[in-house]
């Protein structure tokens, strides 16, 4: 999984996710209230689902994030992504 910040792109872990946010393990730590996108991949799209998102917290190299939707169809496309139970972050 990888995560956007401006023209900087960084991997992360995923430890869990849900359809409001997620906790991701990085390797260096986030900005509380930093702007940034979370790409996930998954077996069941072509393209990877890429979710703006807001740092809600960050605790060492973990950071809760909540999604922030822009497009009609995010949530529907998180919400099927999930449905699938297997897909790498």
């Not at 393990?25 to 900005?31: A, F, K, R, V």
């Not at 497009?71 to 297997?86: H, I, K, N, P």
Request: hydrophobic share 45%.
């Amino acid at each position: 999984m990888l995560v956007r910040s401006g023209r900087s792109e960084r991997r992360a872990r995923l430890v869990n996710v849900g359809l409001g946010g997620a906790c991701l393990h990085l390797e260096s730590p986030l900005d509380k209230g930093a702007q940034i996108e979370v790409v996930l991949h998954a077996p069941n799209r072509w393209d990877p689902l890429v979710m703006p998102a807001r740092v809600a917290w960050t605790k060492g190299a973990r950071a809760g994030v909540a999604f922030q939707p822009t497009r009609a169809g995010d949530a529907y496309d998180l919400f099927e992504m999930l449905g699938t139970q297997v897909f790498d972050g």
